[in-house]
């Protein structure tokens, strides 16, 4: 027995170093590319300072980051209430609900895309003497382009259910809801009061998944137009080899960062629980 | 009805809550093709801890949630103190509930749980955690105030839980099945807990449970319902010693069938004559319905019956009589005198010289 556990330690020691090889070794080549100085043989930060002086830098991160947080809010607003909804009246309807929100799955992000095109191009013809018309052009402002975050909604849909089903399925909303209730607690204020608060982690997984595909976009929002931090990367990193590089880093850290400071918020308040207990 | 503060608690407010009258009249629910409760007529006494106890089905806890405010009926009305509460919401209803799942929010601790209720009617914090602290005193648990849920055993979070039903001091308690999910012996202790906090606080209370022993210990009242009608609503005693029909006489306590023929307006039953208790149905083959302590039971050579079973319970052994017809007949006797009579010996059966509990005759297999 002792033997089994010590080769089954020396396997899952083997299968973390391969994986920490495939990982680690393309991502210091590409850190040691953008630093190596072929002219001086020697280091250089030129890329990375280059990178941060550029213009548009700044601009399309912020972007990118407010989309990350209007997608998120608006994504969790639109399915809290509606899973936890169709859990308590109508649990019939979770197949249904699952189903609507797995379709963005099997849509290619090219023909989502298509088909918004297809939308802003028919609305003015169509909406020129309504009200919507102004609606349609509103969406498309560049300062902040709203037709990314319906897009990016729909794209995460799949990802964020399945997070919040995982949470929702490890409480028991109903007797939570109806023991709150029993307390004085109306329908929206129990649900506010005490289920939010129990599907913090899944909150926070489902945050995560639609920041990380929100900081990741590319296609959508390179299609329609707009300059989110992908897209200013692809561009500015076209004409210098290494600064293309240096662009592909700092992103992919900052989405770490992202991640990371969502998930020391969970970890934070689990932290504080232990602690009071 | 009035009653007497529990304590002087350092709020200022005496822990008193209400003893409200509950009357369920005409109640009926139907699911699908399923109908819950038939017509439920039923009052709880001010101050009474009723029990509504009956098989799965019956529409016990249907009652219970229409009372509540979670489920809706489709006819009949619910009054509490005369007042129809059919529109009012749930969290508007003045009742506490402990559920039969632990029901404690998971991310609060035993005080948070206990002072939910009085932070959604907007007490201050000190008030809240000052009530919080009374209420964990009286359920016997102030030392787990800072304990989460997951810190705590089945039957502590049960007490937090009856904790913080009372802490809005509401007209009416409600209890699902509190200790189904608990072990035997602590079910036992939160069962006497219960009850001396019901009686000191003299809350109505409704106590919806399958267990009859649980039932008959607890209540001032028992109603025993079948398919969503009241069989019978009596105290423990006169439900146990005088059921009013087959079903709640079978379903509290144990019973054995023996058959029975008509005999004027009594019947004969292993050849000598009874009176009966209530009616004899007019038409079909009849039992009468005995109690195992109830029926005596002497060696006899040529009695009619042999003993085929004998299970010792402490200072009774229940004994397991076969009359020549094959009818199986419990009887309950002192251990000493069960221990005359063995397995496989012949035996004579009495029968209690009273009035006898007659019904239709249960074929085998039904």
Redesign the interface.
């Known amino acids: 027995m002792a033997q089994l556990i010590s080769r089954l330690r020396l396997w899952r020691g083997f299968v973390l170093l391969l994986a920490g090889i495939y990982f680690a070794v393309p991502l210091g080549a590409s850190v040691l590319f953008s630093v190596d100085n072929p002219m001086t043989k020697s280091w250089s930060l030129r890329a990375y300072t280059q990178l941060l002086g550029a213009p548009g830098f700044t601009d399309s991160l912020r972007l990118s980051l407010e989309l990350a947080v209007v997608t998120v809010a608006i994504l969790l607003l639109l399915l809290v209430p509606a899973m936890v909804a169709t859990r308590l009246g109508a649990p019939k309807l979770r197949p249904v609900l699952e189903l609507i929100c797995s379709i963005p799955l099997v849509v290619p992000v090219v023909a989502l895309t298509t088909g918004i095109i297809g939308v802003l191009r028919w609305g003015p013809d169509y909406l020129s003497t309504t009200p919507l018309f102004q609606t349609i052009l509103a969406i498309q402002n560049p300062t902040f382009p709203v037709v990314l975050v319906i897009a990016y909604v729909l794209m995460a849909l799949p990802f964020a259910y399945r997070a919040i089903d995982a949470g929702l399925g490890a409480?028991?909303v109903k007797?939570?809801v109806?023991?709150?209730?029993?307390?004085?607690?109306?329908?929206p204020?129990?649900v506010f009061t005490?289920v939010v608060?129990?599907l913090?982690t899944s909150l926070l997984n489902a945050s995560a998944l639609t920041v990380a595909l929100v900081l990741g976009e590319y296609t959508t929002a390179s299609i329609l137009g707009f300059t989110p931090f992908t897209v200013w990367i692809a561009a500015n990193g076209k004409n210098d080899g290494q600064m293309s590089v240096a662009v592909s880093i700092l992103s992919l850290m900052i989405v770490w960062i992202v991640l990371l400071l969502i998930s020391a918020a969970g970890r934070e308040r689990r932290g504080r629980?232990s602690a009071?207990? | 009805m009035t009653t007497t503060p529990l304590n002087a608690p350092p709020t200022g407010v005496p822990l008193h809550p209400g003893s409200a009258t509950v009357e369920f009249r005409s109640l009926r629910r139907a699911f699908g093709t399923t109908t819950a409760l038939d017509g439920l007529d039923l009052t709880v006494h001010p101050g009474e801890l009723l029990a509504l106890l009956g098989p799965s089905g019956c529409g016990k806890t249907t009652a219970l949630r229409i009372l509540?405010?979670?489920e809706t009926h489709d006819s009949g009305e619910v009054l509490v103190d005369g007042e129809d509460v059919t529109k009012t919401?749930?969290?508007?209803?003045d009742?506490?509930?402990v559920?039969q799942?632990y029901?404690?929010?998971?991310?609060l601790?035993a005080a948070d749980n206990v002072a939910?209720?009085l932070k959604?009617?907007g007490s201050s914090k000190s008030d809240r955690r000052k009530r919080a602290m009374e209420l964990l005193e009286l359920v016997g648990l102030p030392q787990r105030a800072?304990?989460?849920p997951h810190?705590m055993s089945g039957g502590q979070q049960q007490r937090i839980?009856l904790a913080?039903?009372l802490?809005?001091q509401p007209r009416v308690l409600?209890l699902d099945e509190p200790l189904s999910a608990l072990d035997a012996k602590v079910r036992l202790n939160l069962r006497e807990e219960i009850r001396r906090l019901q009686q000191d606080l003299g809350i109505t209370t409704l106590f919806v449970t399958h267990d009859q022993e649980e039932a008959l210990s607890m209540a001032d009242r028992v109603a025993v319902l079948r398919a969503g009608r009241l069989e019978q609503c009596a105290t423990p005693s006169e439900l146990y010693a005088r059921p009013t029909t087959a079903f709640v006489a079978e379903f509290v306590g144990t019973m054995s069938r023996i058959p029975a023929y008509r005999s004027g307006d009594g019947v004969e039953v292993l050849g000598r004559r009874h009176a009966v208790d209530g009616v004899v149905p007019a038409d079909g083959e009849l039992d009468v319905l005995v109690r195992p302590e109830n029926v005596g039971l002497t060696a006899a050579a040529d009695g009619g019956a042999v003993v085929v079973g004998a299970s010792f319970l402490g200072a009774v052994t229940r004994l397991t009589v076969r009359l020549l017809d094959g009818t199986e007949v419990k009887v309950d006797l002192a251990t000493e005198a069960a221990a005359l009579l063995p397995v496989g010996g012949n035996a004579h059966l009495i029968l209690p010289d009273r009035p006898v509990l007659v019904d239709r005759r249960v074929k085998s297999g039904q």
């Open positions: 409480v028991d007797t939570l109806e023991a709150a209730r029993s307390c004085g607690a109306s329908f204020r129990a005490v608060p129990n913090r629980k009071r207990s | 509540a405010g979670f919401p749930a969290h508007k209803r009742a506490g509930m559920f799942s029901s404690l929010f998971p991310h601790t939910f209720g959604m009617r800072e304990h989460f810190q839980a913080r039903a802490a809005l409600l």
